[in-house]
């Protein structure tokens, strides 16, 4: 007689709703920041506008170079672009819409580097670790297409889908509390407050600039700081797990008042920390009310909490 081994809490399989919560809004924010660009989409990536000329040599800044495109396929590609992350978002053809999404965002990522930024190359990434996971079996018109009763659909996705998003959140944030020790964070207690003078600048900012002392945009910033550098050991513990999640919803709603354009990083990045470590019953009160179940789903949704 064979024994199963149990299997290790990492490993468990993982509630679909953590997936399905990024698969509804991070294609939104990444929308969001695309849009002014797609706005002037000839000047973009048409040689319309400026454009990188080639290097003679490789340059890590530019390890790709993808000549510029003519106007009409640049509108293409916008319009592509918008119809895939909406459909995912939707989820409608799933698979094949964020597979779409990932391909066009990165070649907009690698088409014009000075105009890529962490959004589109993080927004990437998620598209990508959409297209390869159960993405909207239960939430989105693709499950509502379905023909099997609703008890049938998936509830569970294997462990490596969700814990992709999880370490992916993890290490980005360590990696820049690094960065900041290494750029001076630890020994100069003004750069926060630098900040609030450069070029994305908001009224609120120069607000709270005026009003907020010195002294507390210090321990904001120290407070940041050990959020960022301790955020793998915040998040694996059960204990810290829901008050770190406050601590970076809080300071990426601070970021995205304060550096204008940056909102749309942090609504992403919020969209990331919820999907990955909320409570699992605000994830499903949430997609409930965005697909507007039947009362039936809606009370084995809440049975399931």
């Known amino acids: 007689m064979s024994v199963r081994a149990k299997p290790e809490p990492y490993s468990v399989p993982q509630p679909i709703e953590r997936l399905e919560f990024i698969r509804v809004l991070a294609p939104l924010a990444v929308l969001g920041f695309l849009s002014s660009r797609f706005a002037h989409v000839a000047h973009w990536l048409t040689d319309v506008g400026f454009v990188v000329p080639p290097r003679a040599t490789s340059d890590y800044r530019q390890p790709l170079y993808i000549p510029p495109i003519p106007v ?19 989820g409608y053809r ?55 009763i609703d008890s049938a659909k998936p509830t569970f996705v294997t462990w490596g889908n969700v814990r992709f998003f999880q370490a992916l959140v ?71 797990r829901l008050y770190a999640l406050y601590v970076g919803l809080g300071m990426h ?35 409930t009310r965005i697909f507007r179940l039947p009362g039936a789903q809606v009370r084995e949704a809440v049975a399931r909490s």
């Open 72 to 90: 009409w396929l640049a509108v293409a590609v916008a319009l592509g672009t918008i119809a895939s992350g909406i459909a995912t978002s939707l």
């Open 94 to 148: 799933t698979r094949w819409s964020s597979g779409v999404f990932a391909a066009l965002l990165a070649y907009l990522a690698l088409a014009d580097r000075l105009e890529a930024f962490t959004v589109n190359k993080l927004g990437t990434i998620v598209a990508l670790a959409l297209f390869v996971s159960p993405a909207g079996a239960r939430y989105g018109i693709d499950a509502r297409r379905d023909e099997r």
């Open 170 to 240: 993890m290490f980005m944030y360590l990696g820049s509390g690094i960065a900041k020790i290494r750029g001076g964070w630890l020994t100069d207690p003004n750069v926060i407050w630098s900040h609030l003078h450069d070029s994305y600048q908001t009224g609120f900012t120069y607000f709270m600039a005026r009003t907020v002392p010195a002294l507390g945009w210090a321990i904001f910033q120290y407070v940041a700081l050990a959020y960022e550098v301790g955020a793998p050991l915040w998040y694996f513990l059960p204990k810290t």
């Open 253 to 287: 709603a601070t970021i995205g008042f304060m550096f204008g354009p940056v909102i749309w990083f942090s609504l992403l990045m919020s969209v990331l920390l919820l999907g990955s470590f909320a409570p699992i019953t605000w994830l499903k009160a949430a997609l």
